[in-house]
């Protein structure tokens, strides 16, 4: 992949650190202009720090969870780097993409699409994953690689394969994700548009509860969701069934925690309420 030239569009200074807005020409989503949000902890000025991806949700770009999220002065206290990718491609001009809020712009789902029609351009988990690490190695910013972690809002739990993700980052936390996409309605939606195999082919790739089934090794794992939020009421999460799945692999309590907070809902009230309470799960590991 060719090296691509980060283009500083904005930088703001937030509980003592800063908030920076990038933008460059994505080759993993086929060439567009992709903006992230960067922000440096205090500590950045003097030693490396550890990275924090942030995956928004469905309707988000780049800035929901750095407007709404209430992540900076936890981050900033830890000494973590957050990183706030988009959430699919803009502008690729696919027919049918700006249809729907659940699918194509703003609903990338973080994978990398195989179906013909998406695949040059809807390829959010390399995007993610790969691509933006590098961009930032190869800008120099005082990022430690090594100390990588995961946390998100109705995100797919896990981004790629299970093991390839758990050697990627020490942990992973949501807000309301969808945990067993499979089985709900926005899941097989995706999937089926996305992927030439469907659903089948999402099965062993892109399902949390599918993957944790057969994941023995050790995980950290924090997932809250609201009993209030309609998403949750409606079938699209399916909470319980990532947690029977973990607890039947021998994952307990120690490795695997969904919490069920009475009466939160599926907003930014909910998620930064739990704000603090992740950035902290993830400094133990980080
Ligand atoms: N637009 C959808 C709601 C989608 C939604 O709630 N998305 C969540 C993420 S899954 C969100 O955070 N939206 C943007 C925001 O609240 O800033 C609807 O009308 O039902």
Redesign the pocket.
């Known amino acids: 992949m060719a090296t691509q030239v980060l283009e500083l569009l904005s930088t703001n200074k937030v509980f003592g650190g800063e908030l920076r807005k990038y933008k460059f020409k994505s080759a993993a989503l086929g060439g567009l202009d992709s903006n992230f949000n960067l922000f440096l902890p205090p500590q950045a000025t003097s030693s490396k720090v550890p990275l924090l991806v942030y995956l928004?949700?469905?309707?988000?770009t780049e800035d929901?969870g750095a407007q709404?999220g209430g992540f900076f002065g936890p981050a900033a206290a830890k000494g973590i780097a957050l990183l706030f990718p988009d959430t699919s491609p803009r502008g690729a001009g696919i027919e049918g993409e700006d249809a729907d809020?659940d699918f194509g712009t703003g609903a990338g789902f973080y994978l990398n699409a195989t179906n013909p029609k998406f695949s040059k351009h809807y390829n959010m988990l390399t995007h993610v994953t790969f691509e933006l690490p590098q961009v930032l190695g190869v800008a120099d910013l005082p990022i430690d690689f090594s100390r990588q972690s995961i946390f998100g809002?109705?995100i797919r739990l896990y981004t790629s394969s299970f093991d390839s993700v758990v050697f990627q980052y020490r942990s992973v936390s949501a807000f309301s994700p969808i945990c067993n996409p499979i089985n709900c309605p926005w899941g097989q939606k995706a999937f089926n548009g996305y992927l030439q195999g469907g659903v089948s082919e999402a099965k062993e790739q892109y399902d949390a509860t599918e993957l944790i089934k057969s994941h023995t090794n050790p995980v950290n794992i924090l997932i809250d969701y609201g009993t209030g939020d309609n998403f949750y009421k409606q079938g699209q999460l399916l909470p319980e069934n990532f947690l029977k799945a973990a607890r039947d692999a021998g994952h307990d309590e120690s490795q695997v925690e969904v919490r069920s907070q009475e009466g939160y809902d599926?907003?930014?009230y909910f998620i930064s309420t739990f704000a603090a309470d992740h950035i902290n799960f993830h400094a133990k590991f980080i």
């Not at 928004?56 to 988000?60: E, R």
């Open positions: 928004s949700g469905l309707t988000c929901n709404k809020w809002h109705s599926h907003s930014y």
